[in-house]
């Protein structure tokens, strides 16, 4: 069973969180996007755009049954929250909800290939927002602020998932 899952928008800093944690515990960090683009033998944006969004959340929902039977602290991809049953087994999980100013995410995505923010990210970070925050909320024990340097961010995840 996994540590800790994290889950949030893009550019939360979830990869980086759970690598920094599962350094810090001596433990694994699984990234569910990693596991789906071995799975599928291609890289998640690439599969998103060619596959649809429907067949992606399917292989999602694999990737994420996968990682939580490690032991290890587990990063979702920003959209694992929108299928329900993908809610559910992160309801039976310690999962935190990694968060930011919509700022900070847009500086910290750049010029990422990230399909499902396009050309307008502003906009489609911010969409995504109203969209996503009620399901982050529903799976989440806490909300953890990633803004400010990783150390910093790091000690506040560090004491929520405790």
Not at 13 to 28: E, H, N, P, V
Not at 148 to 162: H, I
């Amino acid at each position: 069973m996994a540590r800790v899952v994290l889950v949030g928008l893009p550019g939360a800093g979830k990869s980086t969180l759970a690598r920094a944690l599962a350094d810090r515990w001596g433990c694994a960090a699984l990234d569910t996007d990693d596991v789906l683009a071995r799975r599928v033998a291609t890289p998640t944006a690439a599969y998103l755009r060619d596959a649809g969004e429907d067949r992606f959340r399917a292989a999602e929902l694999d990737a994420l049954v996968e990682a939580l039977g490690a032991d290890a602290v587990v990063a979702t991809g920003a959209g694992v929250v929108t299928r329900a049953d993908a809610r559910a087994r992160l309801r039976a999980e310690r999962t935190l909800w990694l968060d930011a100013p919509d700022a900070t995410l847009l500086e910290r995505v750049g010029d990422g290939d990230r399909p499902l923010l396009g050309d307008r990210p502003a906009e489609a970070l911010a969409r995504l927002r109203d969209e996503r925050s009620p399901l982050y909320q529903e799976v989440a024990s806490a909300t953890v602020d990633t803004s400010g340097s990783l150390e910093e961010a790091l000690e506040r995840l560090a004491e929520a998932a405790s």
